[in-house]
C-alpha cells in the first residue's frame, strides 16, 4: 500500500500560498530535505493550479537544478482537474470521484507526493487520504493571502519529528492521530 505525503509551505499566520516570501530562508539544509521527499516518491499528486504553475517552471529549471529538476520532469504526474484537457509533462488527469482515484492509486502501492495543490490537499484531508502531513512554518508573518486550510476543517494530528533550520524554518512531520 502506497502513501500520501503533503508537503506544504506556510507562513506563521498559515499563509501558503506563491510563497516567494520563503526565498530569504530557503537554504541547502530544506534543499537536502526536499530532494529526500522527491526520492521517496513515485509520483506527484497535484491540483490543476500547482500542475499548471510547475508546468511552466520546471522544465526551464532542469539545467539549474540537477538530478532533482531531472525527476521532477520525468516523474508520473496525477492531477486533479475538472477543465484541462490535454495532458503534458507526464501527466494524468484524475477522472471520476477523487477520493476514489486516490484510494486506487494508493492501493497500487504508490507513495504520493503533494506539493501546494491547497484544494486537493483539504479533499483528501476530509476523507483521511493522507498519510503525513509535512509542514514546513516560515518565520513570518504575511498578513494576507489564502491560506492552507480552509475555514472549518478540523483533524488531529500527532507530531512524529520536528526540526528547525538555521534559517528559523520549523520542519514538523505530522500523522493524523
Not at 7 to 28: A, C, H, K, M, R
Not at 82 to 98: K, M, N, R, V
Amino acid at each position: 500500500m502506497g502513501k500520501v505525503v503533503a508537503v506544504e509551505y506556510v507562513t506563521l499566520d498559515g499563509v501558503f500560498e506563491e510563497p516567494i516570501w520563503s526565498g530569504p530562508y530557503v537554504n541547502d539544509e530544506l534543499g537536502s530535505w526536499q530532494d529526500q521527499n522527491l526520492r521517496e516518491a513515485d509520483a506527484l499528486l497535484l491540483g490543476r493550479r500547482t500542475y499548471e504553475g510547475f508546468k511552466a517552471a520546471w522544465p526551464q529549471m532542469e539545467a539549474q537544478t540537477g538530478d532533482f529538476g531531472k525527476k521532477m520532469n520525468s516523474m508520473p504526474k496525477h492531477v486533479a482537474t475538472t477543465t484541462l484537457t490535454e495532458p503534458e509533462w507526464a501527466a494524468t488527469f484524475i477522472t471520476g470521484e477523487l477520493a476514489d482515484a486516490v484510494t486506487a492509486l494508493k492501493a497500487g502501492a504508490d507513495n504520493l507526493l503533494i506539493n501546494g495543490s491547497a484544494e486537493l490537499v483539504n479533499h483528501l484531508t476530509r476523507h483521511n487520504l493522507i498519510d503525513e502531513y509535512r509542514i514546513m512554518v516560515f518565520p513570518l508573518v504575511a498578513g494576507e493571502g489564502r491560506k492552507l486550510w480552509h475555514e472549518g476543517t478540523k483533524i488531529a494530528l500527532s507530531a512524529t519529528s520536528s526540526w528547525t533550520t538555521r534559517t528559523g524554518v520549523t520542519v514538523t512531520t505530522y500523522v493524523p492521530a
